[in-house]
């Protein structure tokens, strides 16, 4: 007969959802915000987990690893940077949090810049962590700047297609003057040798 019989999950196995709230969710971007403020790259790059992602704004470059997002932000915090989100939505689900939106950020020379942002947090030993950030530019005002760009490309083709029509014509022009001229020294010459006849 069975006297004694214990049945568990294995501890590794249980995960225990830890609540938060989306005052909490918005607090980790902060987090994140006064770590750029401290212009070490390193303490930045500590706001992630171990196996985070980063698609930065100004990369071609998706970052995989801690020393790859370190380095991103080298080049970021030189211009001092902080960032305000504007609009978002929050998500939560079983030790996850969503937070997606739109930031700006102010940079030392009083410049600003808006951009899609999407964090994704996860809950590791204790402490929430960034697992995956995106980072873009508006799309509207990029498309309006590559259509001026092409604006420009054309007219500058125009002109160049004008100034050679004038090139042409001056060329064109200059061969005419100097057949008129060979000409007229022709009919000088000419009248230079004919013999005079008196009457």
């Known amino acids: 007969m069975i006297s004694h019989h214990h049945s568990s999950l294995m501890p590794q196995e249980t995960v225990r959802p830890v609540k938060v709230t989306e005052q909490e969710v918005r ?3 902060d987090l994140w915000n006064q770590a750029l403020a401290t212009g070490d790259p390193q303490k930045v790059a500590d706001r992630y987990s171990k196996d985070a992602v980063l698609l930065p704004t100004l990369s071609d470059s998706a970052r995989y690893t801690n020393e790859r997002i370190a380095d991103y932000f080298v080049g ?27 930031y700006e950020f102010t940079f030392e020379d009083g410049s600003k810049t808006k951009g899609r942002y999407s964090y994704v947090y996860t809950y590791e030993k204790g402490e929430w962590k960034i697992s995956n950030h995106h980072s873009s530019i508006m799309p509207e005002p990029a498309v309006a700047a590559f259509k001026k760009v092409g604006e420009l490309e054309k007219s500058a083709e125009a002109s160049a297609a004008f100034m050679d029509k004038i090139a042409n014509m001056e060329k064109k022009f200059a061969e005419v003057e100097s057949k008129i001229s060979g000409m007229e020294k022709t009919v000088s010459a000419e009248k230079a040798y004919a013999p005079s006849i008196e009457i």
């Open 76 to 102: 970021f915090l030189k211009k001092k940077p902080q960032g305000e989100i504007l609009e978002g939505n929050i998500k939560i689900g079983p030790n996850w949090a969503q937070d997606a939106g739109i």
């Open 27 to 29: 607090g980790f971007f």
